[in-house]
């Protein structure tokens, strides 16, 4: 069963910055609770506690709630009124759509003196002969009756025949609790019936899911499609035969519902998950290690290769509105792989990229996925080609111009387009002039050693 938690009672304490020891209010409504416990121990200040629409059968664990002034317990399976002698403080009691038939348990509020508010709405004791005048007799106190006020004469009038409706409850009340008490045990027995047919159910599952031979397996096999329809069309059955039978209004009867729709729940979850588990993974490398194109999420998408700056950018159309931490990005060398709420997209990209140096962001403006991707080989290119017949005053002029602008330019020569001197062969010359003044032009004699 569910019971009240710590961690449930800090997540509904988050206008108390979380801190349950200095709560004041809090509401614990629609949280399938089924056991009432703990919270006059953590929460000793509360003055107003909702705890409608939940499975609640019994009134507990509140009467060390001294400060409390609203409990709100409607729509439960509380069967009688009773521990709130100790809520001093206690004003509003809302008890509405219960299965109070005990009436003459409200007596157990005489204590509370401050109480001025009562609803007991929708309780089989709201059935009863003289319920009105009964419990306007029994607690002075109280100013307004399931919203409607007490005037003084109606409870003069409730006192002078307060014997005798006294004794009418008390005889409708004992009819009330041996009909209660049959339907208790024609719940108790159809609930025995349920589980001994679930379990034979589940002893035959287990029977024709275990065949003994090969032949059988492979049998069994080929059979799944007609088993699994023939096993909705019997849920379907089994479900239309417990929404369509007629049973009483009780708490039995409520917690059952809730129950089985719990139950119902859990199988479609199992269900799905055991059909996720199932689903054929997509094949993103081939047995021989080749790496595929997949888009699974079937989305659009670019991909630039951006030589400038010397890296390849991915624009991936994701969903505007699609949380990012739906999105597994995983950057390998020679390939990128997106996961879009688990769905493969796979690229193979064009050249090697530094997986390292990668980023991935999201468009502010589109919400497309942004994955930019420096390449592995760095490539370095000349912004300007210069000639072999560059004049030296046009050379002059651009190395200023280089030293000018701070950049360092470099050339990209190729060696079959430009010879280059045989210095092996490069020896020393030696002159030797002619004697005599009027010799104006010397000869020149090489000689060359070999």
Known sequence: FVSVTEDLVRRRAEHNNCEIFSLEEISLHQQEIEKLEHLDKWCRDLKILYLQNNLIPKIENVGKLKKLEYLNVAL?????????EGCEELKK???????????????????????????????????????????????????YLDSKEIERSERIKALQNYPEVKWKIREQEQTYLLKRAKEKEEAQRKMQERKDEKQKQMDCKLGFDSPDSPQEKSNHAEGDGEQ???????????????????????????????RYIEEKRRAKDNIRESKKRERTAWTLVTAEGKVLNVNVPKLHFSLKDDEENNQVILDLAVYRHLDTSLLDVDVQPTYIRVLVKGKPFQLVLPEEVKPDSSCAKRS?????????????????????????SVKHSDCNTQQKNTRRSGQIEKLEVDPSKYSFPDVTKII????????????LQPQKVTEVKR
Request: aromatic letters at 6%.
């Open 428 to 439: 020393q010359e030696k002159e030797r002039t002619g004697q005599g003044p009027i010799k």
């Open 76 to 84: 439960n399976n509380i069967e009688r009124i009773e521990n709130l």
């Open 93 to 143: 009691l809302d008890l509405t759509a219960n299965f109070i038939g005990e009436l003459s348990s409200i007596e157990s509020l005489k204590c509370n003196i401050h109480l001025k508010e009562l609803f007991l709405m929708g309780n089989p004791c709201t059935e009863f002969e003289g319920y009105r005048q009964f419990v306007v007799a029994t607690l002075h106190q109280l100013k």
């Open 364 to 388: 502010q403006t589109t919400g497309h996925l942004v994955v930019t991707m420096p390449k592995a080989k760095e490539v370095i290119l000349a912004k300007q080609k210069v000639s072999a």
């Open 228 to 258: 699994e329809r023939c096993r909705t069309v019997e849920n379907d059955d089994e479900e239309r035969k417990f929404w369509e039978e007629p049973t009483p209004y009780t708490p039995e009867s409520r917690l059952e519902t809730h």
